[in-house]
Nanobody, 125 residues
Framework: QLQLVESGGGLVQPGGSLRLSCQASGFTLSYYSIGWFRQAPGKEREGVVCQNNFGNMTIILDSVKGRFTISRDNDRRMVFLQMNNLKPEDTAIYYC??????????????????WGRGTQVTISA
């Protein structure tokens, strides 16, 4: 059974860094596109960054460009989100997701079935 479990969230001051992890199990990660999404209180879920299964195509939200980086370790079945220079507006629950379709994962995430439960990220002084 496919499972995704996020970790690494927490409370950080503005300008700080966090590294989120997503442990995958029950499937071959290298076959899947990976993505991180977030949902802030009172807002809709939005895509933060997605990467295709080969790792040579990435789509990233403009507001995090240059600050966030997605990566993967297929052997360990891990997905990571390195977040630097964090801002209060980055506060949200962050979710890991995977899908066989790269563009579906980014543009049609409502159709994606494979999600973690999320990890809370709070940026505050």
């Amino acid at each position: 059974q496919l499972q995704l479990v996020e970790s690494g969230g927490g409370l950080v001051q503005p300008g700080g860094s966090l590294r989120l992890s997503c442990q995958a199990s029950g499937f071959t990660l290298s076959y899947y596109s990976i993505g991180w999404f977030r949902q802030a209180p009172g807002k809709e879920r939005e895509g933060v960054v997605c990467q295709n299964n080969f790792g040579n195509m990435t789509i990233i939200l403009d507001s995090v460009k240059g600050r966030f980086t997605i990566s993967r370790d297929n052997d360990r079945r891990m997905v990571f989100l390195q977040m630097n220079n964090l801002k209060p507006e980055d506060t949200a629950i962050y979710y890991c997701a995977v899908d066989r379709g790269f563009l579906r994962l980014w543009a049609q995430s409502r159709l994606v079935r494979n999600w973690g439960r999320g990890t809370q990220v709070t940026i505050s002084a």
